[in-house]
């Protein structure tokens, strides 16, 4: 909810929508954030919402910026499989599947290093995240290097470009405020140039 509110502090209008129930993305969005939650006990009913999938898939390939944690990232997998075991198709955004390991993974608190320029930060920057997930990836990213603290172990993660941030580690946008001011900026960015067509 933090990380809403500074969104809205910095005059971004937020408008709520349904994965589940709502058949297209708000009228005029000009920015895409899908927070974590638990797709995969949605998986069937997600899947059967074939026109939200379309439209999310098309607002990305579209260049609308886009940030996903966790859930929300494995809503924008080809294949996410259910706790049944049955793989169900998602939006389709990032390419392979996402599955039950039956144990935890990568879990705890990590210092994210970006490995490029992407929606949220430079090259060399660093944010601090949380990561907390049961299910796994074919394709978890390599655009930062994520590090334990006090620890040697490290991973790579996050599928990001210069509209695009996706991955399994939590945000906290008031431990970087810059994060926010990023993703607002190029909120702004594609307003503009969608109305200048």
């Known amino acids: 909810e933090e ?5 809205r502090r910095n005059g971004l209008h937020l408008a709520e929508f349904s994965p589940l129930e709502d058949r297209a993305l708000p009228a005029g969005a000009c920015g895409l954030y899908l927070g974590g939650g638990y797709p995969e ?18 607002a990305v390939r579209g260049g609308m910026p886009a ?17 049944n075991g049955t793989d169900w198709p998602m939006a389709g955004v990032i390419p392979g599947r996402a599955w039950n390991t039956g144990k935890l993974g990568r879990f705890g608190y990590v210092t994210l290093t970006a490995r490029t320029d992407g929606l949220l930060c430079g090259a060399g920057e660093e944010l601090p995240a949380h990561e ?3 299910w ?17 172990s490290s991973w790579e993660c996050v ?3 210069e509209n695009f941030w ?3 580690p939590h945000l906290y946008f008031y431990a970087n405020v810059q994060m926010a ?11 503009t140039q969608k109305e200048g067509k």
């Open 132 to 134: 907390f997930h049961y």
């Open 159 to 161: 599928v990001c470009d």
């Open 181 to 191: 001011k990023n993703f607002l900026n190029r909120c702004n960015r594609f307003h």
């Open 41 to 58: 006990l949605w998986a069937e009913d997600l899947s059967q919402n074939a026109p939200m999938r379309r439209a999310v898939w098309e």
């Open 67 to 83: 940030l996903a944690e966790c859930g929300g990232f494995l809503y924008l997998h080809e294949r996410l499989e259910d706790t």
């Open 166 to 168: 996706a991955g399994y």
């Open 3 to 7: 990380n809403l509110e500074l969104l």
């Open 136 to 152: 796994d990836s074919q394709n978890c990213g390599n655009g930062c290097i994520a590090q334990k603290p006090y620890r040697r």
